[in-house]
């Protein structure tokens, strides 16, 4: 039995509406999701399907994957991971004009392969990179928007949660997707640093120059990071090239966080308990989350409003770049008001039929939504990044933080165009290792 796309449509205004008052992310989808079920197959059915889907999903061998390399970024905290990932960086380019602002970028993306996350890389890089600007006499607005923008490279730079969370509700490989986000990482960064050499150079003195290191201190500052450096590099390329699993390979990540943190003499009870309550809290949530999405997704594709969605779209143009470009515009206006793991588990069952009906691979979806959702952390009125910025700096007025990410949010949309115009950034690297 299927319902109509009406049903569907209700639904989401529901589930819309439950965010907008308040309600976990995962309890407003299963609730609609189930609701939604009931209404279509019957009380009894619905149950018994809602109570399948938990099975299968939390035994899926998969989901392992979310709470190591959870644990491995919460271990990595604990061995001051972001200070050197930062100092690093900017002994190597902090004398040029804006060179703390790229260093920013810089720690941001590094930490970005430890923490997965971009609101808990915004914060960690932002306590320490923040003060150092400030006090070097950097534009409030230029090292607010510089931090606030790098942050979000935590949910593109691999391993991503929300890259995670993806292919697990789109029953897609998580290993390819990680490989397919690191050239979009790559020229993300690259965008974010252009953007600060093109400010620096129409108006120099928003970042005056510093003293240049020396080269023994650039040699010490990256011998700090070797160790987490490597550690990055195996898990990582381990996953590209196929020596692991990403089961295997978050293991081994753990494993080896919880290695270097005891070299580098900071594995202690404290440390290890709060690394484990943070895992375990963070995990539970996404797993709620999931389970919630997986069923909303089912009452979806029972009414049948993705193929209407898709039917619309193909009538309003035949041109696939047009669709891809309003399915951009749709995305962003939703990410303006939706936190960015709702926006994921709302339009997954929607879009994600319509891309494959256009020829195009879930996994460069995967990237597409990602980043669509990247954006949302820095621009009004959700902007999550913005606040959390704000936090730190609280002199700071939101206006300012926003003006200063303005740039950034131009080079966001470059990066975006880029990737609907050539998806062949996103599927070149899994190609190539045979993915």
């Known amino acids: 039995m299927t319902g109509s796309p009406l049903i569907g449509l209700a639904g989401v205004l529901v589930l819309l509406a439950a965010l907008t008052l308040g309600v976990p992310i995962g309890v407003a989808l299963g609730t609609v999701g189930i609701g939604g079920?009931?209404?279509?197959?019957?009380?009894?059915?619905?149950?018994?399907?809602?109570?399948?889907?938990?099975?299968?999903?939390?035994?899926?061998?998969?989901?392992?994957?979310?709470?190591?390399?959870?644990?491995?970024?919460?271990?990595?905290?604990?061995?001051?991971?972001?200070?050197?990932?930062?100092?690093?960086?900017?002994?190597?380019?902090?004398?040029?004009?804006?060179?703390?602002?790229?260093?920013?970028?810089?720690?941001?993306?590094?930490?970005?392969?430890?923490?997965?996350?971009?609101?808990?890389t915004a914060a960690t890089i932002g306590l320490v990179a923040l003060p150092e600007m400030r006090r070097r006499r950097y534009s409030d607005a230029l090292a607010t928007g510089t931090i606030a923008a790098g942050g979000t490279l935590g949910q593109m730079v691999p391993p991503s949660a929300a890259l995670i969370v993806f292919g697990i509700i789109?029953?897609?490989?998580?290993?390819?997707?990680?490989?397919?986000?690191?050239?979009?990482?790559?020229?993300?960064?690259?965008?974010?640093?252009?953007?600060?050499?093109?400010?620096?150079?129409?108006?120099?003195?928003?970042?005056?120059?510093?003293?240049?290191?020396?080269w023994a201190e650039r040699r010490a500052a990256l011998v700090r990071i070797a160790d987490i450096g490597l550690l990055?590099?195996?898990?990582?390329?381990?996953?590209?090239?196929?020596?692991?699993?990403?089961?295997?390979?978050?293991?081994?990540?753990?494993?080896?966080?919880?290695?270097?943190?005891?070299?580098?003499?900071?594995?202690?009870?404290?440390?290890?308990?709060?690394?484990?309550?943070?895992?375990?809290r963070t995990s539970g949530m996404i797993y709620v989350v999931v389970v919630g999405a997986l069923i909303f997704s089912v009452f979806i594709s029972l009414t049948g409003l993705a193929e209407q969605v898709a039917y619309l779209l193909g009538a309003f143009s035949d041109s696939r770049i047009i669709t891809l470009?309003?399915?951009?515009?749709?995305?962003?206006?939703?990410?303006?008001?939706?936190?960015?793991?709702?926006?994921?588990?709302?339009?997954?069952?929607?879009?994600?039929?319509?891309?494959?009906?256009?020829?195009?691979?879930?996994?460069?979806?995967?990237?597409?939504?990602?980043?669509?959702?990247?954006?949302?952390?820095?621009h009004p009125p959700i902007g999550m990044n913005l606040f959390v910025i704000h936090d730190i700096a609280k002199d700071v007025s939101l206006s300012r933080i926003f003006k200063g990410v303005l740039p950034f949010l131009a080079a966001d949309f470059v990066h975006l165009l880029l990737l609907i115009l050539l998806p062949a950034t996103v599927m070149w690297l899994p190609d190539l290792l045979g993915q």
């Open 232 to 280: 990055v590099l195996l898990v990582i390329g381990g996953i590209a090239v196929g020596w692991f699993s990403p089961p295997e390979a978050a293991s081994v990540g753990a494993v080896g966080a919880l290695l270097l943190c005891a070299w580098r003499r900071r594995l202690n009870r404290a440390a290890l308990r709060n690394a484990l309550s943070e895992t375990l």
């Open 170 to 214: 789109a029953e897609q490989s998580i290993g390819r997707l990680f490989t397919a986000a690191i050239v979009p990482a790559i020229t993300q960064t690259l965008l974010y640093c252009a953007a600060i050499v093109v400010l620096c150079r129409v108006r120099p003195q928003l970042a005056p120059p510093t003293a240049s290191a020396t």
């Open 37 to 120: 079920l009931i209404l279509i197959l019957g009380l009894e059915p619905a149950l018994i399907k809602s109570g399948v889907i938990l099975f299968e999903t939390l035994s899926r061998y998969e989901l392992g994957v979310l709470p190591l390399f959870l644990l491995m970024a919460h271990v990595c905290f604990a061995a001051d991971a972001s200070r050197d990932f930062f100092d690093a960086a900017a002994r190597m380019f902090g004398h040029r004009r804006g060179g703390l602002a790229l260093a920013s970028i810089g720690g941001c993306a590094g930490f970005g392969t430890i923490s997965g996350s971009s609101l808990a």
């Open 325 to 378: 470009l309003v399915m951009a515009a749709l995305l962003l206006v939703l990410g303006s008001v939706l936190d960015g793991l709702a926006l994921m588990l709302l339009t997954t069952p929607i879009l994600l039929p319509i891309v494959q009906s256009i020829g195009l691979s879930p996994i460069w979806f995967g990237i597409f939504l990602v980043r669509a959702m990247e954006i949302g952390f820095v």
